[in-house]
């Protein structure tokens, strides 16, 4: 019993440290976003001599929203010579086929790539669709992203740097009048794009290739395996394999693009807990071969292991809770009553909602926002809706691995029959 | 040149940065965050001996005289004070009655599609009743604590509450763009409400536990203590930023672009 | 008491919620972030809203002062020519149907449109000027915002060009400017001022083979060297005189390119990059500091842009050339 106890007691200390990690590495993200030089990015290089891009649209029965982003990308301002845009119609029982073909048949450069066979899911997608592209540079977006016209160009003018492999830009969410989850989710976006990834990129860190949003080089990633057709997380994993590879990842902070965020609970708690099992399992594949990765810095490896854990943390915290129950239970609280505390403070300053609490007010403070700031309250009922569904998806991880069972890919449900930004 | 002739460009937000080094932040967390957290550490016999005052006057005409008695102890470098009383042990009905129903509640609150953050935060509570319910139905007499125990749990945590309070509300306003005084008021505030909503806290779980059962113990340790104090400062924090951002908006001179 | 108390605690609870419930049921803050979707890169942005503005709203009226809305209520002067004396100041925005000039000394205190050529004289002092032909300024002078031409600029010595001074054709500037973007198809530097002829033009250009190999870790390269690779260095990286690079460069420290060096590809810094005199860049330039080019350097090539962009600053020295852009958020400074 009192090695038990030794244990319990250990857990609750590596809890305690965990948390206070997390948060010292989220002070320090927001007070460089505050304070410090900004590393820009390329957005001001104008070059005629850019990459040919093809710009890759994963559809499955996007029948509500296909014609959006295609007018969009209809009127971007990249050069219609480097431009392909190849919408994926990937086992669509809707009306996506037919918008789709009536696009190609008016716009030669946007050609539609049919699938009804081989693996479902947007992995498999976009590895169908990279053999077929012609672009040097892949650009992705979900089917309910709106790009501005300029957006093409600012994410691939990254390319003219011979070391960067992928890059992001900033994802905003248009829908949020519709209710306060949607509210809530545009915080927490604000506060992972406008100071984390940027002040990821500031410290030369690693910054997160989000899979939307965001390019990649087509040859040098179909060299290195394309995308995992097993992940739920084919985002994180490139990620991760270009940077284990040698190749950086840029933030790019000005290039901003419309999103859908979801509109219901249950639809959150999906995309979250699919998250949490796709980034999860990375993280049992790159960990250690991140830790020998030769070309990167020793922060770069030590940042980037946070980031690979980040969706085990919760589960670490619901452990630690448990681990403090027992230890209550069997009268063992006495030593740990003064830092308890620790533990809440790690845990609301790491994931409040995925950024702390001042994370998110000051990413709001620098976009200029200000009633909103005022939700951040509201936050605390995410806590512990995050954390439980962030477990699930960690135990779902967890059981993949054991029974060597095969993920199968979920796609997000979409709410917009008509994407328009209310101003 | 007339003064309308503007030489500035309104610089997107995506490199906007403030005006100012962090060198005053530190040193405003150096002199007001820690000072104040430092009351706390030197204060705390004389703070924790009145909270326990206040307990007794407002608890003693629900207990028996002289069964509330203020115990003084050794802690750290002073000595702390928590107030002893006798507790409320749930009879076996009792118990039995608390675990059907948060029972109940673990099995009907996850099938409830609406209002799902607070039915999880319910259900969270509901287990830890659960938890606590059939430790006293099956094994009472295993029960680690009696009443004055968990007022002693409840004063150390909440010591430890008060000290990170300005801490924590000075990493979140110090690096504002504001002035000095009024990030003094706020946290100076944010201080205050924590001492008061922690003797608040305190008077009415002792209560709880006192007069009610110690059955529920576990639930107000855990479930609504030190999370529930993030409320507040969250709550301070967000008030302030935003009268801050309403005040400066269209003050161009506050930000800098990139370094 | 102990009611209080209960009612206290659950009101200090609660209290916190208060603002966060109002603003979900005001929605004062609920709009998307905006996002200007029609935003697209353009150095001559400005100027080229400007006119549009400025002819939709007096494009047809006569000569004389009127009262328009450009982005708010403004009133504006219609000429058909202009000969501003000097010691003038004109405080409407100026529409010139023809061609304009200006004596010394004038100030235009709002936005100035010429559909002829501008001659601006000395020591102006002027808000922006959008010129439809070609444009001289003489020296001394002070632009606020920003100077546009549809065709070629000459800029004289110790001018101030705002936040930007861009053309469609050639952009000629002395000495002494300062800037912080500029664009021209060239940018040429106090060509005259030269000491040293240009340098690199034997070779040829070439393009960067995509899928290039990549040498890492070089911190150094000696004169007359030649690499058919990407290079990337893990700090700074020195580039001997004469070096040709088949490849694009990238530096996480500084970049010093000798003299008479060629680059086919771009150059990207983390820190300050110097490039030699005489030296050829094909591609674009790029640095988180400072960049410097000195005497007679040439970036890009007739029919193709490229940028010359540095954070904190940049410096021109007599005989640059750069086909297209130059920006920095520091200052700019030619000579």
């Known amino acids: 019993m009192e090695v038990v106890i030794l244990i319990l007691k250990g857990y609750l200390l590596f809890t305690i440290g965990i948390m206070v990690i997390y948060s010292i590495r989220h002070v320090i993200f927001t007070l460089n976003r505050l304070f410090s030089e900004q590393r820009i990015y390329y957005q001001d290089i104008i070059d005629t001599d850019l990459k040919t891009v093809s710009v890759l649209i994963p559809m499955h029965n996007e029948e509500k929203v296909a014609a959006h982003i295609l007018n969009l990308l209809i009127e971007a301002d990249y050069d219609r010579d480097k431009l392909e845009i190849i919408p994926i119609n990937d086992f669509s029982e809707d009306g996506t086929r037919a918008i789709l073909d009536s696009y190609a048949a008016k716009y030669p450069f946007i050609k539609p790539l049919h699938r009804n066979e081989g693996d479902r899911g947007k992995p498999a997608a976009?590895?169908?669709?990279?053999?077929?592209?012609?672009?040097?540079?892949?650009?992705?977006?979900?089917?309910?992203?709106?790009?501005?016209?300029?957006?093409?160009?600012?994410?691939?003018?990254?390319?003219?740097d011979p070391e960067v492999g992928a890059v992001m830009g900033r994802v905003v969410p248009y829908n949020t009048k519709k209710n306060i989850l949607t509210r809530l989710l545009d915080l927490e976006r604000t506060g992972g794009y406008q100071v984390d990834q940027q002040a990821r990129y500031n410290m030369k860190l690693l910054p997160q290739y989000g899979g939307t949003v965001g390019g990649f080089r087509r040859k040098e990633v179909m060299e290195l395996g394309s995308f995992n057709i097993r992940s739920l997380a084919e985002d994180t994993e490139l990620t991760y394999r270009l940077a284990v590879n040698g190749w950086k990842i840029l933030y790019a902070n000005r290039a901003e693009c419309y999103e859908e965020v979801p509109?219901?609970?249950?639809?959150?708690?999906?995309?979250?807990?699919?998250?949490?099992?796709?980034?999860?399992?990375?993280?049992?594949?790159?960990?250690?071969?991140?830790?020998?990765?030769?070309?990167?810095s020793f922060r770069e490896k030590f940042d980037g292991s946070l980031l690979l854990m980040i969706y085990m943390v919760p589960v670490i915290l619901l452990l630690g809770l448990l681990d403090s129950l027992a230890l209550f239970f069997l009268g063992e609280m006495e030593i740990f009553a003064g830092l308890f505390f620790l533990i809440f403070i790690g845990a609301y300053n790491t994931f409040g909602n995925f950024a702390p609490f001042y994370q998110i007010g000051t990413g709001c403070f620098l976009d200029g926002a200000i009633h909103r700031i005022l939700l951040l309250p509201l936050l605390l009922f995410n806590f512990f809706f995050n954390m439980w569904h962030i477990t699930r998806g960690f135990l779902d991880t967890a059981l993949d691995i054991v029974s060597r069972r095969k993920a199968h890919w979920q796609k997000t449900e979409r709410f917009g029959n008509d994407p328009k930004v209310e101003a | 040149m007339s003064t309308d002739m503007k030489s500035v460009i309104l610089y997107h937000r995506s490199y906007r940065k403030i005006a100012v080094s962090a060198k005053p932040f530190v040193l405003q967390l150096v002199c007001i965050a820690l000072p104040l957290s430092l009351i706390v550490v030197f204060f705390y016999p004389e703070i924790t001996r009145t909270v326990c005052r206040i307990a007794v006057q407002v608890l003693s005409p629900y207990f028996d005289k002289d069964s509330l008695r203020i115990v003084s102890y050794p802690y750290i470098i002073g000595n702390g004070h928590y107030l002893a009383l006798p507790g409320k042990f749930p009879s076996a009905v009792f118990s039995l009655v608390n675990t059907i129903f948060s029972l109940l509640m673990l099995l009907l609150l996850p099938n409830i599609n609406r209002l799902k953050p607070l039915l999880i935060l319910g259900t969270v509570l509901s287990f830890i009743l659960f938890i606590s319910a059939m430790f006293f139905l099956l094994v009472p007499d295993q029960f680690p604590y009696q009443a004055s125990d968990y007022s002693d749990l409840y004063i150390k945590q909440q010591i430890s509450i008060w000290f990170f309070v300005p801490v924590i509300m000075g990493l979140g306003v110090l690096p504002l763009p504001a002035s000095l005084p009024s990030k003094i008021f706020t946290m100076l505030i944010s201080f205050v409400y924590s001492l008061i909503f922690g003797t608040v806290r305190y008077v009415v779980f002792l209560y709880i536990i006192g007069k009610i059962s110690l059955i529920y113990m576990a639930v107000l340790f855990f479930a609504l203590g030190p999370l529930v104090d993030f409320v507040y400062i969250v709550g301070i924090y967000s008030c302030y930023t935003t009268r801050l951002a309403k005040k400066i908006k269209g003050n161009f001179t506050l930000w800098k672009w990139s370094y | 008491m102990l009611l209080l108390c209960t009612i206290l605690l659950v009101g200090l609870?609660?209290?916190?919620?208060?603002?966060?419930i109002r603003e979900v049921m005001r929605k004062d803050d609920a709009s998307p972030l905006f996002i200007n979707m029609e935003y697209s890169k353009d150095p001559r942005y400005f100027a080229i809203s400007f006119r549009r503005l400025l002819l939709k709203s007096a494009g047809d009226l006569p000569e004389g002062i009127h009262n328009i809305t450009i982005s708010k209520s403004e009133t504006i002067k219609i000429t058909n020519q202009a000969d501003v004396p000097s010691d003038s100041l004109i405080e409407n925005v100026f529409y010139v149907k023809n061609s304009l000039k200006t004596g010394s000394k004038v100030s235009?205190?709002?936005?100035?449109?010429?559909?002829?050529?501008?001659?601006?004289?000395?020591?102006?002092?002027?808000?922006?000027?959008?010129?439809?032909?070609?444009?001289?300024?003489?020296?001394?002078?002070?632009?606020?915002?920003?100077?546009?031409?549809?065709?070629?600029?000459?800029?004289?010595?110790?001018?101030?060009?705002?936040?930007?001074?861009?053309?469609?054709?050639?952009?000629?500037?002395?000495?002494?400017?300062?800037?912080?973007?500029?664009?021209?198809?060239?940018?040429?530097?106090?060509?005259?001022?030269?000491?040293?002829?240009?340098?690199?033009?034997?070779?040829?250009?070439r393009t960067v083979v995509d899928g290039a190999p990549t040498e890492r870790g070089i911190s150094s390269l000696p004169p007359h060297d030649i690499r058919n690779s990407n290079?990337?260095?893990?700090?700074?990286?020195?580039?001997?005189?004469?070096?040709?690079?088949?490849?694009?460069?990238?530096?996480?420290?500084?970049?010093?390119?000798?003299a008479s060096a060629v680059v086919m590809g771009n150059l990207f810094a983390e820190k300050d990059i110097e490039v030699g005199p005489g030296s050829r860049v094909y591609g674009s330039i790029f640095s988180q500091g400072c960049v410097k080019l000195q005497q007679g350097v040439t970036v890009g090539d007739a029919g193709r842009i490229k940028s010359v962009i540095g954070k904190k600053g940049i410096s021109l020295e007599c005989g640059v050339r750069v086909y297209g852009y130059v920006a920095t958020e520091g200052k700019g400074i030619v000579g």
């Not at chain 1, 995309?271 to 070309?295: C, E």
């Not at chain 3, 936040?163 to 530097?189: E, H, N, Q």
């Open chain 3, 231 to 258: 290079l990337i260095a893990e700090g700074s990286l020195s580039i001997g005189e004469h070096a040709v690079i088949h490849g694009h460069i990238k530096s996480h420290g500084k970049i010093v390119l000798g």
């Open chain 1, 126 to 160: 976009l590895n169908a669709a990279m053999e077929k592209a012609s672009g040097e540079i892949i650009i992705v977006f979900d089917a309910d992203y709106l790009p501005p016209k300029g957006l093409l160009k600012n994410i691939a003018v990254c390319f003219t």
């Open chain 3, 13 to 20: 609870f609660m209290l916190p919620f208060l603002p966060a």
């Open chain 3, 108 to 205: 235009l205190q709002k936005e100035t449109y010429c559909q002829g050529n501008a001659q601006i004289g000395e020591s102006n002092s002027i808000k922006a000027v959008a010129c439809d032909g070609n444009v001289d300024v003489g020296k001394d002078s002070t632009f606020l915002r920003w100077i546009d031409s549809e065709k070629d600029m000459t800029i004289a010595e110790n001018c101030n060009l705002g936040i930007s001074a861009t053309c469609s054709g050639k952009l000629s500037i002395a000495v002494g400017c300062t800037f912080m973007r500029l664009y021209g198809a060239p940018i040429i530097i106090a060509e005259n001022n030269m000491i040293s002829p240009a340098g690199g033009e034997s070779v040829k250009y």
């Open chain 1, 263 to 296: 509109e219901e609970w249950e639809v959150r708690a999906r995309q979250i807990r699919r998250w949490s099992r796709g980034h999860n399992d990375v993280m049992f594949r790159y960990f250690f071969r991140l830790l020998k990765a030769r070309h990167l």
